[in-house]
């Protein structure tokens, strides 16, 4: 491994607080006695996936809101949100990680969430890469598998050696995920290019509305997603 790989993608940043105690404590607890890195780093996977779940509703627009600390205290986040905290509970057992991005088309959702978004369409989907075995292998943490099972969709699986992101079809062969766009990688959040690639997607105003609405509520969730209206293309 290079002295650049290290150096990047095993520091601590503002919002990857690898070197919390509670960022540290979960990713203890994930791994257990192992020590092969391509195994601990299925388990951060699973516990990741899981325990945290996936919630389009979070709050989104401050820094704090993807420190994985405290997505670990909520216990919910939308997918760059379980992303965040995916790679630095890797980074606390030391293992290499970066985040990816990539724009797709849902065309499995909730009635609700796309009048929400006035779209199928997810900017900034996020993705994590671990340096494992001396290459970058790709995970997808972002549905847990209650979730999934409400969607008629497998959960994702991940063995630390081949990319697991997501699948074309669900069990009934209706199209589920369709990748348009990919963003490169990151050793940090990158929020400023996140929210310019929201309002520029979903409009300024509505991305403000959310905004605005969460400033005057603090972080009390607008809507409850894993009980909204299934819709099928």
């Not at 300024?204 to 509520?217: K, L, P, Q, S």
Request: proline share 4%; net charge negative.
């Amino acid at each position: 491994m290079s002295d650049d790989i290290e150096a990047k993608y095993l520091t601590p940043t503002a919002m990857l607080d690898s070197d919390h105690a509670a960022v540290r404590g979960f990713a203890a607890r994930a791994v257990g006695g192992s020590t092969e890195p391509v195994e601990q780093a299925v388990k951060l996977y699973y516990a990741v996936r899981d325990d945290i779940w996936y919630d389009p509703y979070s709050p989104f627009y401050l820094p704090e809101h993807y420190r994985a600390s405290r997505v670990l205290e909520m216990g919910r986040g939308y997918c760059v949100q379980k992303a965040a905290v995916l790679a630095a509970v890797a980074r606390a057992v030391a293992i290499p990680s970066r985040l990816s991005f990539a724009t797709v088309k849902n065309h499995l959702a909730t009635r609700q969430l796309l009048e929400y978004l006035d779209s199928d369409v997810f900017v900034y989907h996020g993705v994590v890469e671990m340096h494992l075995e001396g290459r970058w292998v790709k995970s997808t943490p972002a549905f847990n598998r209650e979730l999934c099972n409400r969607h008629g969709v497998a959960p994702l699986e991940f063995d630390g050696r081949h990319d697991s992101v997501f699948q074309a079809y669900n069990e009934k062969h209706e199209k589920f995920m369709e990748y348009l766009a990919f963003h490169g990688h990151y050793a940090d959040v990158p929020l400023d290019d996140i929210l310019r690639a929201w309002r520029e997607t979903y409009g300024a105003e509505r991305v403000d509305g959310w905004i605005a609405t969460f400033e005057a509520t603090g972080s009390v969730r607008p809507r409850k997603f894993e009980t909204e209206d299934l819709v099928h293309d």
